[in-house]
């Protein structure tokens, strides 16, 4: 039993009264007696607060002071003691104070204090808690008494609270607070009288979200839509309490601004109790938007404290017209030349997708790909204005850029006079070059790869027979590298022909059969033909060379003779003399220790060098076959050697064989002896 079972009033020697209060108790009693005296105040330590029931006694009344005494357990003596104690109307002071809210967590343990302060103290003091339904009913979930106390069972708290009581502080202790906790607890403390006091405390749960998640649209949007756009949706979930979404663009905070910005918002509550929210922004974009960064801003509740995150960062494709059209030559660079590959590039400051483009030169149209069109070997009737224009396919809008393009050329070098030119010898001589170009040009002459002149024009003084032969003219545009054409011209100049080589020249051969070479210039090519010195016509096969004609005879000799080679022409002729000397070839001879062979074949050899060899030869022999006829009628007579006449010749020969000859030549130092009939001889042979 929470009240008193009975109340006894007996009165003692004035001024004072006892009154015994008797609580019964399953197998126990116990009796508690109040002695109060008049006009008396045992305390002025109590105050009036807001939320006690205790009544303060007037002037007059009874005061208190607890006096605890055994008396016999009589019910009607109980009684009488509350009726008395009623009229008197003494009662117990209750206060209670706590916090507003105390904010946690979800997961976490909460703390909710419960401040009291009685004057009957802890002994008969009973402390409830409750919460509030969302009905406004009140569930109890825990109740302490003197002598019990206990969690309520069947509630959403039975086995995840605890009570803790120190002194007059009683800690109502939840264990993983979840965001269904999210209630307003009474805490609400009784005396044995039936006065009581109560306070509430809001208990506030926390749940941070998870990371908000964003997603752009997929396709380009047009600047051209009549209604705002999609942009993009940005979802935060499980947070508590509900989160808070901000979109931005560039750093800047998106409103809602009618047909303009429209940003809608929905929440989900899931099973958990959790706030999941998803906010969705349309907008009508312009082409600054092409570069504009969004983003969204979550704002969430924690303890104390109010946190933001920010989502990723996103672009969006933003479709708009162009207002300007550009078109250039993308190659080659700088100046076009005939035979190049022009490639031309059109662009514009627009992105729209349902577009056609294409490039008018001429009355003719051609096609563009990837904004580039290619033409191949460009002549110049290519140059010109081509038009890049751009037509939208939506509302037709045309729009069109142009750009001029030259192609340089240069035609082929024309010399005058054409192909060939001949003049008189000793005559000037005049030409001249030129090619057609749309630039400046240079102009160089070249005879035999060598550089003979610079300028439109060839000019000689005085032509020689040594100024014929092949020009070539070079035109170049300097300031373009590749650009150049040529073209030759043939100079011939008329005179008597020239025969290359001296006027009389010197043969001397072994050989019985000849080759003669005569090379005359001169124009008109000169006719070369050969003779005799006993007036026989040779027959002779003549060319013609670049410079006049060349001529080749072959002939068989017997002797010496002089050959005739006679260059003529319109104006003149010119007669070279060829001495030809036969050589006779001698026999044979064995030389001494040596297999070399006598030359048989000296042809063409000069009578200075190769005759005084000859010479000498001849002499030194003569000399020899003096000498050894001398030593050999020496050694007859027994002049040599210690003999006498009589000396023994059985085993020697006398005949000429025995002579020996004593060569040098003059290309060895080597002795060679040789007998008188040629034939060659050991030296011991001598």
Not at 33 to 43: K, M, P
Not at 610 to 619: E, L, N, R
Not at 669 to 685: F, T
Request: one cysteine or more; aromatic letters at 8%; glycine letters at 6%.
């Amino acid at each position: 039993m929470t009240c008193a079972e009975g109340l006894s009033l007996q009165r003692v020697s004035a001024p004072f009264c006892i009154i015994c209060l008797s609580t019964l108790r399953r197998h126990s009693s116990l009796s508690l007696c109040t002695v109060f005296q008049e006009d008396q105040f045992l305390s002025d330590s109590f105050h009036t607060h807001t939320r006690t029931h205790a009544h303060t006694p007037q002037r007059g009344h009874l005061q208190h002071r607890p006096i605890v005494m055994a008396l016999p357990d009589t019910a009607p003596l109980l009684v009488g003691l509350l009726l008395l104690f009623h009229a008197f109307g003494a009662w117990a002071i209750v206060e209670v104070n706590m916090e507003d809210k105390v904010e946690v967590m979800a997961g976490e343990t909460a703390q909710i204090t419960c401040m009291f302060t009685t004057d009957e103290g802890l002994g008969g003091t009973t402390i409830q808690w409750f919460y509030v339904l969302p009905n406004k009913e009140r569930q109890r979930i825990y109740n302490k008494e003197p002598m019990h106390e206990a969690a309520e069972q069947n509630t959403l708290f039975t086995h995840r609270i605890s009570l803790n009581v120190n002194g007059t502080a009683a800690v109502l202790v939840i264990r993983d607070v979840g965001v269904r906790d999210n209630l307003e607890f009474i805490c609400v403390i009784k005396t044995l009288t039936p006065e009581e006091a109560e306070g509430r405390t809001q208990l506030q749960v926390f749940k941070s979200p998870t990371f908000p998640t964003i997603e752009a649209v997929e396709t380009g949007i047009s600047v051209n839509e009549k209604d705002p756009s999609k942009i993009g949706s940005c979802r935060v979930k499980n947070g508590y309490p509900k989160p808070n979404i901000t979109w931005y663009r560039n750093n800047m905070p998106l409103r809602n601004t009618p047909r303009e910005v429209v940003v809608t918002s929905s929440t989900t509550i899931e099973s958990s109790g959790l706030f999941s929210v998803q906010s969705e922004l349309t907008m009508k974009v312009k082409k600054e938007d092409k570069d504009a960064v969004f983003y969204c801003e979550v704002i969430y509740f924690v303890p104390g404290a109010t946190k933001m995150t920010e989502s990723q960062h996103i672009n969006i494709t933003v479709y708009y017209l162009p207002t300007e059209v550009t078109i250039w030559v993308e190659s080659p660079k700088g100046k076009i030349k005939e035979g190049d590959t022009l490639e031309l590039r059109c662009d514009n400051n627009g992105n729209y997708p349902s577009s056609i483009t294409t490039i008018k030169h001429q009355n003719s149209e051609y096609s563009v790909e990837n904004k580039t069109m290619v033409r191949t070997n460009v002549k110049r009737l290519d140059g010109g204005v081509y038009e890049c224009t751009f037509e939208e396919t939506d509302n037709f809008e045309e729009i069109s850029g142009s750009t001029k393009v030259s192609v340089n050329y240069l035609e082929s070098a024309v010399i005058t006079p054409k192909d060939s030119i001949a003049v008189m010898e000793g005559e000037e001589l005049k030409a001249s070059c030129n090619a057609l170009s749309s630039l400046q040009t240079s102009t160089t002459w070249f005879k035999n790869e060598k550089l003979v002149s610079k300028g439109n024009t060839l000019s000689v003084k005085s032509a020689t027979l040594e100024t014929a032969g092949m020009y070539k003219c070079v035109v170049t545009v300097p300031e373009m590298e590749g650009m150049k054409t040529s073209s030759t011209l043939q100079v011939n100049v008329k005179g008597s022909p020239q025969i290359l080589g001296p006027d009389v020249q010197e043969v001397e051969t072994y050989e019985t059969t000849v080759n003669l070479t005569c090379s005359a210039t001169g124009f008109p090519a000169p006719t070369i033909m050969w003779t005799t010195s006993d007036g026989k016509n040779l027959n002779a096969l003549q060319t013609e060379t670049e410079d006049g004609a060349q001529s080749v005879v072959t002939f068989k000799i017997t002797s010496n003779v002089k050959v005739f080679c006679n260059a003529s022409n319109d104006f003149g002729s010119k007669v070279v003399e060829f001495n030809i000397k036969t050589i006779i070839q001698n026999t044979s001879t064995n030389y001494v220790n040596d297999p070399v062979q006598t030359p048989t074949k000296s042809p063409n050899i000069k009578k200075e060098s190769k005759g005084f060899v000859i010479a000498i030869i001849i002499i030194a022999i003569f000399l020899l076959a003096i000498l050894g006829s001398v030593l050999y009628f020496l050694y007859k007579k027994g002049r040599i050697c210690g003999r006498s006449g009589k000396q023994d010749f059985s085993k020697r020969k006398s005949s000429k064989d025995n002579i020996v000859v004593e060569m040098k030549s003059d290309n060895t130092e080597e002795a060679i002896l040789l007998g008188v009939n040629g034939e060659k001889q050991q030296p011991n042979d001598q």
